[in-house]
C-alpha cells in the first residue's frame, strides 16, 4: 500500500505564505518524480509543479517566482513553498507521484494522487 498525506494548507492573506509538505509512505523502491497540481473551483486540475529524483523542477508560468518546490529524498518527502500568495491561488492543492513500487520480484511503476489540502487566500 503506497498513501501520499499532504499538510500544510490554510487560510492566508494576500501576499502572506505557506509551505505545503507531502509524505509518500509504503513499498517504494523509488521516486521518480513528486510535485504539486491544484483544482479551483470550477476549473480543471492543473500542474504547479514538479521535481525530478535528480532535482529538476517545473513550473506553471502562473507560479514562477514565488514558489519553489523542493523534494527530502530520505524522507520521501516533497514541499511546496509559497509566497507572495494571490487570491487566484485559492484551489486545492494536491501532491503527486511518480513511483516505483511493489516488491522485489515485481517492481512497477505507477502514479499516485493525495487526498488534496485547501489553500484559500482571502483578506
Known amino acids: 500500500q503506497v498513501q501520499l498525506v499532504e499538510s500544510g494548507g490554510g487560510l492566508v492573506q494576500p501576499g502572506g505564505s505557506l509551505r505545503l509538505s507531502c509524505v509518500a509512505s509504503?513499498?517504494?523502491?523509488?521516486?521518480?518524480?513528486m510535485g504539486w497540481y491544484r483544482q479551483a473551483p470550477g476549473k480543471q486540475r492543473e500542474l504547479v509543479a514538479t521535481?525530478?529524483?535528480?532535482?529538476?523542477?517545473n513550473y506553471a508560468d502562473t507560479v514562477k517566482g514565488r514558489f519553489t518546490i523542493s523534494r527530502d529524498n530520505a524522507k520521501n518527502t516533497v514541499y511546496l513553498q509559497m509566497n507572495s500568495l494571490k487570491p487566484e491561488d485559492t484551489a486545492v492543492y494536491y501532491c503527486?507521484?511518480?513511483?516505483?513500487?511493489?516488491?522485489?520480484?515485481?517492481?512497477?511503476?505507477?502514479?499516485?494522487w493525495g487526498q488534496g489540502t485547501q489553500v484559500t487566500v482571502s483578506s
Open positions: 503527486y507521484a511518480d513511483l516505483i513500487v511493489g516488491t522485489i520480484s515485481m517492481k512497477q511503476r505507477r502514479d499516485y
Open positions: 509504503g513499498s517504494i523502491f523509488s521516486i521518480v518524480t
Open positions: 521535481i525530478t529524483s535528480g532535482g529538476s523542477t
